[in-house]
């Protein structure tokens, strides 16, 4: 699957994908991750690409002209591809949401900045909108690196096998449940002792299996 993102910050976002598994899955063919600076389709020399609102306000606005040619050259011929602006209005991001752009080509997704974009980029560009949560953050690009991760760990091969994907996932959503390693005790201090449950180091996998079951949840996809 293609990403691409559209941001007036490009290296702190390519900073974060520049390493770990999603390093290693773009090193590998698995997915592909294009951080674009939004200026490179500037058509003056100072490389504009916001202004102030209509009706005043007390900051700028992404203008609507440098994405819509930004998004016209990125957007592949496939049928699979879909555009997405990231905004505090938007639909909550969910694994339902995850799971359905999972199924993609190329996603494109644009990062706003400062007081937002002009509204026109929502009429007319975006095919959806989507926000991470019931706040404000100063960017998208946070959002952006949430959104990338969350769909790349559904791709086979980027977090695991093509087993360990399927059992997290046949069961109406993405299953999660405790952890443990060693040490098997773990003491912070004289008092206290952070044991890891018995179950777990006997053996018994229908014991392990049942602890599981009882401890795990799923994360709803619907």
């Not at 086979?156 to 443990?180: C, H, I, K, M, S």
Request: hydrophobic content about 35%; aromatic content about 10%.
């Amino acid at each position: 699957m293609k990403f691409d993102v559209l941001t007036l910050f490009p290296k702190g976002i390519t900073s974060y994908f520049d390493q770990g598994l999603l390093n290693r899955a773009q090193g590998k063919g698995l997915i592909e991750i294009n951080i674009h600076d939004l200026r490179n389709w500037s058509v003056d020399r100072h490389r504009t690409v916001d202004d102030k609102p209509y009706g005043g306000g007390n900051g700028m606005v992404l203008k609507v002209e440098p994405i819509y040619r930004a998004v016209k050259e990125l957007k592949g011929r496939k049928r699979k591809t879909r555009t997405i602006l990231l905004t505090p209005r938007g639909r909550k991001f969910d694994q339902k949401i995850a799971e359905e752009y999972s199924k993609l080509n190329q996603l494109i997704i644009i990062s706003g900045r400062y007081e937002g974009v002009d509204e026109r980029v929502a009429e007319y560009i975006a095919d959806d909108q989507i926000s991470i949560g019931p706040y404000v953050l100063m960017s998208g690009d946070l959002p952006a690196m949430v959104i990338i991760e969350t769909i790349a760990r559904l791709e086979t091969g980027v977090a695991g096998d093509q087993e360990w994907l399927t059992e997290r996932t046949n069961r109406g959503g993405f299953w999660e449940g405790p952890q443990y390693t060693r040490p098997e005790i773990f003491s912070p201090n004289k008092k206290e002792k952070w044991i890891v449950p018995k179950c777990l180091i006997g053996g018994n996998h229908r014991e392990i299996f049942d602890w599981r079951e009882e401890h795990g949840r799923i994360i709803e996809s619907s």
